[in-house]
């Protein structure tokens, strides 16, 4: 069974305990430590030396704030996913986070079983949209905002391939076997399709993948 390892960013402490008694009661996920703030966060992760899968982070904090602290963490840590917790759902500010590598978001009312949900889904795919965030997406598609058409024709046949794939949530080893390559293979693409299209993770080619037409977004086609 796979263990995700999660940290905790949260400044309301009960919160924090609450989230974190929950997660503890889950067999599949560990909780390596909590941080009350962006800076706290950043502090502990340089001082471990093993570092968590995912990260819970919420948006309003104090010292550093969820923003900062996403951006820190791409910077340093681009392996690690980051999940937004949230008590507003401000489609502006949601845009930026997904921009910044943000791999999905999280009501702080959520069930439990939809937090696991999200949890699997960032851990095994590195993405979680649900409906909201899926519309956001589709209507941002929609005002017409597309990068140059030459980065789109740079893309190759297999590329484009791999791409429409991860878009349709199939792992890299899953890839793999359904285009009967190697798994290093995929890897190799995928890092080409990131450099090409100056994304920073999956996320971002997801987007791009949107924004370009290449990827035509229905409702729940991101969500499980």
């Known amino acids: 069974m796979k263990i995700y390892k999660i940290v905790l960013t949260d400044d309301e402490a009960l919160f924090r305990k609450g989230l974190n008694r929950l997660l503890s ?32 982070l919420d948006m309003q904090m104090p010292n550093m704030d969820g923003v900062d602290a996403l951006k820190e963490l791409q910077k340093r840590y681009p392996a690690i996913k980051v999940i937004i917790l949230t008590s507003h759902y401000n489609p502006t500010l949601i845009l930026k986070m997904i921009e910044l590598g943000a ?66 949530q199939y792992t890299n080893k899953e890839i793999a076997e359904k285009l009967f390559i190697s798994r290093r293979t995929v890897d190799g693409h995928r890092s080409k399709m990131l450099e090409k299209t100056s994304s920073k993770n999956t996320v971002g080619l997801i987007l791009y993948a949107i924004e370009n037409r290449i990827f035509e977004l229905r409702f729940g086609q991101l969500s499980i």
Do not use: W
């Not at 009661?25 to 899968?53: I, Q, R």
């Not at 649900?130 to 140059?148: F, H």
């Open 25 to 56: 009661d889950c067999e599949s996920c560990e909780v390596l430590f909590e941080a009350c703030d962006g800076l706290e966060l950043l502090a502990k992760l340089k001082n471990v030396k093993n570092h968590p899968d995912i990260i819970l």
């Open 103 to 168: 791999s999905a978001f999280m009501a702080k009312n959520v069930k439990p079983d939809e937090l696991m949900k999200t949890i699997k889904n960032v851990g095994d795919k590195g993405f979680h949209y649900d409906d909201n965030i899926i519309k956001l997406l589709r209507d941002k598609m929609q005002m017409g905002e597309t990068r140059q058409k030459e980065i789109i024709d740079e893309l190759t046949k297999r590329e484009k391939e791999i791409l429409l794939l991860i878009c349709d």
